[in-house]
């Protein structure tokens, strides 16, 4: 079998999906993209593909090593997540020659099913307590929201106080076991997160993500000693080299790559073992479509120390179109008692509806980050 073909879609809501073309008529998708950076991260997909062409999809391994070691300069959210989303689409065609799901090629399940989360509040969070309420009572046991509005350095305690007031109407709405996760999405530099983990600990928070930017690591292991609460990040890294030092430290509780961003399959599962090597929890970012949503299912079943899985439905960036459009089977993404079961067709699990892909990569789809400023005219962290 050799790759003969491939193909871009840029679709909406902020999504970029790849179709790869084998002789033998089996095909694979996977999703790389960056939010804010689809046609840059496009650009790069062609130029890693062109090196494939007439090469065996089936020598995975191998293609990760030639994509990522072959150019000399490598690492950095745009190659890797052009690697992440091709990576994906060779496991796809392998696992759909073999007749079996990715999992199983992996080295079979060790869990049917994972837990997942669902957001609440959007960018700036609000009516958190009576959304994650109307989760609860829709079958989830955790949600996700975000912290705060923006920040300078040192900023207000009435902000301080309006982030506890929300984590303490979702904690009094919904009782003492329903699991809150906060992201502190980088918008908190360290003066202020000390602050913050300090005064959310009473709420017995299932982690905070990011307390503060990941250039900032080293800090993470001192805003631990200030509070008992789980510390998660990695969404932001993205190499098993990126998360060495973070994992040495001892200072994360919970690593969160990307399987869009870091690598694809092949790395995210080194990754994921490197961690579970430092007694590390694994809960793989996700806030895009469904191919990315179900390679993290993938890699979800066959990694021990997986806890619970990140998924976009409902999610505020997806006003346009949501993660079940663009596939023809989304009851595999069917959520029970808070659970998703492992898809376990051939290949990621999904049937992509490429007529649609196809109808929806016509649209202008140039989604970018917001770009939001302090009261002073200052750039603020989004």
Same mark, same amino acid.
């Given at each position: 079998?050799?790759? /003969?073909?491939?193909? /871009? ?29 689809? =046609?840059?991260?496009? +650009? ?27 150019? *000399? ?33 992996? %080295? ?30 829709? %079958? ?6 975000? +912290? ?58 299932? *982690? ?26 990695? !969404? ?6 990126? *998360? ?32 579970? =090597? ?10 895009? %479509?469904?191919? +990315? ?12 120390? +997986? *806890? ?22 989304? !009851? ?16 990621? %699990? ?13 649209? /202008? /789809? ?17």
């Amino acid at each position: 079998m050799k790759i /003969t073909n491939y193909e /871009t879609f840029a679709v909406p809501p902020r999504w970029l999906f790849l179709k790869v073309e084998t002789d033998e008529g089996v095909s694979g998708w996977g999703e790389p993209v960056i939010e804010g950076r689809a =046609a840059t991260v496009e +650009a790069a997909v062609h130029e890693l593909m062109d090196s494939l062409i007439g090469s065996d999809p089936f020598r995975i391994e191998d293609a990760w090593e030639k994509m990522y070691r072959s150019g *000399f300069y490598r690492g950095g959210p745009i190659l890797m997540s052009a690697i992440a989303g091709i990576d994906q689409a060779l496991w796809d065609i392998k696992g759909k020659a073999l007749g079996q799901p990715v999992y199983e090629l992996m %080295g079979g399940a060790v869990r049917d099913s994972i837990k997942v989360y669902s957001w609440v509040g959007g960018d700036r969070p609000s009516n958190v307590g009576e959304a994650a309420l109307e989760r609860k009572n829709a %079958g989830f046991t955790a949600i996700k929201m975000n +912290a705060t509005e923006e920040l300078q350095m040192i900023d207000s305690y009435e902000k301080i106080q309006e982030v506890v007031e929300r984590v303490k109407a979702i904690r009094e709405a919904c009782g003492p076991y329903f699991g809150i996760a906060v992201d502190f999405h980088g918008r908190v530099h360290k003066p202020m997160a000390k602050v913050l983990a300090k005064e959310l600990e009473p709420y017995n928070l299932m *982690f905070i993500e990011e307390p503060v930017l990941p250039e900032n690591n080293e800090e993470l292991g001192k805003i631990g000693q200030l509070s008992k609460t789980p510390i998660a990040t990695g !969404e932001r890294m993205f190499t098993r080299w990126d *998360f060495k030092k973070l994992l040495e430290s001892g200072d994360a509780d919970v690593i969160q790559p990307d399987l869009s961003h870091a690598g694809g399959i092949t790395e995210c599962k080194k990754i994921a073992s490197m961690a579970e =090597a430092y007694d590390v929890a694994v809960a793989f970012h996700c806030p895009l %479509g469904p191919i +990315a949503l179900a390679a993290c299912l993938q890699v979800d079943a066959t990694v021990y120390n +997986a *806890f619970i899985q990140e998924q976009s439905l409902g999610i505020h960036y997806n006003a346009s179109n949501d993660l079940l459009d663009y596939v023809k089977n989304p !009851e595999v993404f069917e959520y029970e008692n808070g659970m998703v079961k492992i898809p376990s067709l051939p290949g990621l %699990g999904v049937e992509v509806n490429e007529e649609l892909v196809r109808e929806k990569a016509k649209e /202008t /789809t140039n989604w970018h980050n917001p770009v939001w400023r302090h009261e002073d005219g200052s750039i603020a962290e989004w």
